[in-house]
């Protein structure tokens, strides 16, 4: 069993940063993968970027490519989504979930575990 809270999300203006952080109990973490996704009112939840167990090669959704850095601390049991260069159109809450196992997914079905979320709002 793993539990997953999300913390970091806020209120920035467009242009700004945020880094949220997503922390762990439960034992073997760092065997699972992890991945953010994000639901805006109105929308399905979507896949915004994913890391594997080692950390190595995280997948990013095309939306937030280029923008957004994923990492992990596996010794922290802890993933960290750097936001840069944050749009109005990033506004959502954002969760983080994981699954045992190598592979990063892009369907929330593929996923065990879920946080509660974490509000981002980006204004113009």
């Known amino acids: 069993q793993v539990q997953l809270v999300e913390s970091g999300g806020g209120l920035v203006q467009a242009g700004g940063s945020l880094r949220l952080s997503c922390a762990a109990s439960?034992?073997?973490?760092?065997?699972?993968?992890v991945g953010w996704f994000r639901q805006a009112p109105g929308k399905e939840r979507e896949f915004v970027a994913g890391?594997?167990?080692?950390?190595?090669?995280?997948v990013y959704a095309d939306a937030v490519k280029g923008r957004f850095t994923l990492s992990r601390d596996n010794a922290k049991n802890t993933v960290y989504l750097q936001m840069n260069s944050l749009k109005p159109e990033d506004t959502a809450v954002y969760y983080c979930?994981?699954?045992?196992?190598?592979?990063?997914?892009?369907?929330?079905?593929?996923?065990?575990?879920w946080g509660q979320g974490t509000q981002v709002t980006v204004s113009s």
């Open positions: 979930a994981a699954r045992p196992g190598i592979g990063v997914g892009e369907r929330a079905s593929e996923y065990d575990y």
């Open positions: 439960g034992r073997t973490f760092s065997s699972y993968t």
């Open positions: 890391i594997s167990w080692s950390g190595a090669y995280p």
